[in-house]
């Protein structure tokens, strides 16, 4: 069945194209302030939006407003979308990201459809996707999922055992790690997750990547809609904003 959501009278209004213009108008300055507390340039930064959950509407609304960049958290929402609406890597005009957790006999649908896969986080699942890759012709560009909030449900490596796992990732002739995610803790004040964006920063400063043919950090991808801010002054390089960008989603 076809996983791409209907949309309600109310996400139709949420998602009209001149409602994500101004919102991704309003993002874009609040960054370029951000960028400009940092001494650091916005031209560095990406906007992947979220669109999960949200019906083909809001990729076609972002899309006209400039962005390029969507994440999805689930693999068969993902593959519908991508489906419907060619991801980069197959010669279409928006890149797709899987941005969520992903059971291993998934990694097919990310291998297949997905430009990147944002959320890698353990041995099994990254033989899986190579093999699945490479099954595709390609070479699949990763993110590390990196557990920065130390809350035992959340997914991600724990922080001590990350450049082991880049180390290891040197084997996979079919993935391209090419940086590190993660999702800071739920808090009401943006302020109080800076700490957890700077010990990504230094974890993502920190691994020398020169041997390490398989692996380059180029991208941080920390900050979503209430914390984004502060995840561009403490040096992200990819920020995934969803409700800011639609609004409100009736399910996560
Ligand atoms: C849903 C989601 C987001 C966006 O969350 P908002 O609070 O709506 O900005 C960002 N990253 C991941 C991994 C998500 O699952």
Request: negative net charge; aromatic residues 6%; proline residues 4%.
């Amino acid at each position: 069945m076809n996983q791409i959501p209907e949309a309600t009278p109310e996400i139709q209004e949420q998602i009209e194209p001149d409602t994500v213009r101004e919102r991704v108008r309003s993002i874009r300055e609040r960054i370029t302030q951000a960028c400009e507390r940092a001494g650091r340039s916005a031209e560095d930064l990406t906007i992947v939006a979220i669109s999960k959950t949200f019906p083909m509407q809001a990729i076609e609304s972002g899309k006209r407003a400039g962005l390029d960049h969507f994440g999805e958290n689930r693999a068969r929402q993902l593959r519908d979308k991508a489906r419907q609406r060619l991801g980069a890597f197959k010669g279409g005009d928006v890149t797709w990201h899987m941005v969520g957790h992903l059971q291993t006999n998934k990694a097919k649908f990310v291998a297949r459809h997905a430009d990147w896969f944002d959320a890698l986080d353990r041995p099994a699942l990254a033989e899986e996707l190579d093999h699945r890759a490479a099954k595709n012709n390609r070479v699949l560009p990763c993110l590390v999922q990196v557990n920065i909030s130390g809350e035992e449900q959340r997914y991600g490596l724990a922080p001590a055992d990350v450049h082991a796992f880049l180390d290891h990732c040197a084997r996979y002739d079919h993935l391209a790690v090419r940086g590190l995610m993660a999702l800071a803790s739920f808090v009401e004040d943006p302020e109080d997750v800076r700490g957890e964006f700077r010990e990504m920063r230094t974890l993502f400063d920190t691994y020398d990547a020169s041997n390490n043919p398989r692996v380059e950090m180029d991208e941080l991808s920390i900050g979503m809609s209430n914390d984004f801010e502060v995840a561009v002054e403490e040096g992200g390089t990819m920020i995934r904003p969803g409700s800011a960008l639609f609004g409100p989603r009736d399910y996560d």
